[in-house]
């Protein structure tokens, strides 16, 4: 979704198609969309980088003694909010952020990746792609326009109308997605009801990181106007399906994909291997970044497509991993465990490293899993060497304390903010007392 726009560009079409504001876009650690929205009489100032915002009133970031921060735009991501027509349009530019030094700001989750790519490129590689699916409920609103958990259809799986009654809603966000320049390559109603997904194509990472941003602002905002509300929640429903943002991910070396080797006998290449044996080695290092929130490991649990153990697979669905058919160009891993609540930008950084290092120290990948994983014993599961994912935030968050290479795809400050974030976050959930123990214990005890 890449535009090449120059300045000169964009000052046309703002004239010609009436844009009044400017939002510039950045996201903070916890995966939150900021703005900073100017009028557009200040866009060459915004071009030149000299927009300053307090740093300190964002989560995570910086102290009140160190608050100035600039943001600087990435042209290529000027982008017209279609429902924004009328008076005067809304357009917005995507933002890295800056110290008053002139210096990437570490605290950047988007910056912060593209650290992580350099040290990709230096390896030889050129782009490392993402293909994101994204899952998300849409739930009704109450009478107030509060969110209710109640679904608005009863479809399943791939089903059509007229059981399938969110498929306007979807189809609305559909065309709003293309009318600001996605690729939508699939669009179908998933397993559970009320539960849909939308694919659109890869693209490098930051782009496809920039696109799950957009993706999820557009999505809240077309649900909102069928009456409805989206929510990327991991697992809102007991029982049913919970929503992933499975990534698919490949490395490339200029036209090539380096993953494919049409001389191996299953067309994957030694770096591929590599790769995903690093990502299986730091599995339980990244799960805390790549299921951020309590509620992600309500959904990690077996009998629902999301994975529980880490292995490997070309066919099923139960595993952490697993290697789509095609071949060529489309050769791919598919993570299966990252979930929407996820940062976008801190994910793949950290699943990037992951890889990186299986390529760098050559980490053997052990045999697939093509059985059942959710059918296996503890014991079957230990004999062929397959661990569980951490099963709660706590234990993620020990598993992140011991990984020295995800740590260090976070660098140390992110690292610190994300770290004793989410501690409370989990100091505060554990002192809940939930409807499920009331309702085991009230009696018995
Ligand atoms: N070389 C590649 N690198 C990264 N992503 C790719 C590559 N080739 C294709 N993709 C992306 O992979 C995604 C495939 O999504 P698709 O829904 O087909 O996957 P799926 O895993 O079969 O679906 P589901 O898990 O919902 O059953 C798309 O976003 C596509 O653009
Ligand atoms: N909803 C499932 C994935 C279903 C699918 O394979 O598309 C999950 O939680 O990951
Ligand atoms: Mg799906
Ligand atoms: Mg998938």
Redesign the pocket.
């Known amino acids: 979704m890449k535009n090449n726009y120059t300045r000169e560009d964009l000052k046309r079409i703002v004239e010609n198609e009436n844009v009044r504001y400017i939002r510039l876009q950045f996201t903070d650690i916890l995966g939150t969309i900021k703005n900073v929205e100017v009028p557009v009489s200040q866009l060459d100032k915004a071009l030149d980088g000299e927009m300053m915002f307090d740093g300190s009133s964002i989560e995570g970031f910086v102290r009140i003694e160190e608050s100035d921060m600039y943001l600087k735009p990435d042209i290529n991501t000027w982008s017209i909010f279609p429902w924004t027509a009328g008076k005067g349009k809304v357009a917005r530019l995507i933002c890295d952020i800056y110290t008053v030094e002139g210096e990437p700001f570490e605290g950047d989750p988007r910056s912060n990746l593209k650290r992580v790519l350099k040290e990709m490129e230096e390896m030889g590689y050129t782009s490392f ?5 994204p899952e998300f409920f849409l739930f009704k609103l109450d009478e107030n326009g509060h969110p209710t958990r109640e679904l608005n259809d009863q479809g399943g799986y791939f089903d059509l109308a007229p059981t399938d009654l969110g498929e306007n809603c979807r189809r609305d966000i559909v065309l709003e997605l293309e009318d600001m320049g996605f690729e939508i ?2 669009s179908h109603h998933e397993v559970a009801q009320g539960q849909h ?1 939308i ?4 693209e490098d990472a930051i782009s496809a990181c920039d696109n799950i941003q957009t993706f999820k602002l557009i999505v809240k905002t077309v649900a909102r106007k069928h009456n409805l509300h989206a929510t990327f929640m991991p697992k809102p429903l007991y029982g049913i399906n919970g929503s992933g943002m ?1 990534f ?3 490395l490339f070396r200029g036209e090539e ?1 380096a993953f494919y080797d049409e001389n191996d006998s299953f067309g994957l290449s030694g770096e591929m291997r590599h790769f995903m044996g690093g990502l299986l080695k730091h599995a339980r290092g990244f799960t805390a970044v790549c299921n951020p929130i309590v509620n992600s490991y309500k959904r990690l649990v077996p009998g629902y497509e999301a994975p529980s153990y880490i292995a490997w697979s070309g066919k099923n ?1 139960s595993p952490l991993l ?1 290697i ?1 058919s ?1 071949r060529k ?4 891993a ?1 993570i299966r465990s990252v979930d929407p609540a996820a940062n976008p930008y801190l994910a793949l950084a950290v699943i990037l490293k992951a890889g990186l290092d299986g390529i760098k120290n050559k980490i053997d990948l052990p045999e697939p899993v093509n059985v059942n994983l959710y059918e296996m014993t503890r014991d079957e599961r230990e004999a062929l060497g397959v661990n569980d994912l951490p099963s709660t935030l706590y234990t993620a968050l020990k598993a992140l304390s011991e990984d020295e290479v995800v740590q260090d795809a976070l660098g140390p400050h992110i690292m610190r903010q994300f770290h004793s974030n989410k501690s409370v976050e989990w100091d505060m959930y554990r002192a809940q007392v939930s409807e499920w123990e009331v309702d085991q214990y009230l009696n018995q005890y």
């Open positions: 792609n993402l293909g994101p699916e390559e699939a997904e694919d659109f194509k890869y499975h698919n991910v490949s994909n669905r697993r789509p095609s160009m489309s050769t791919r598919e």
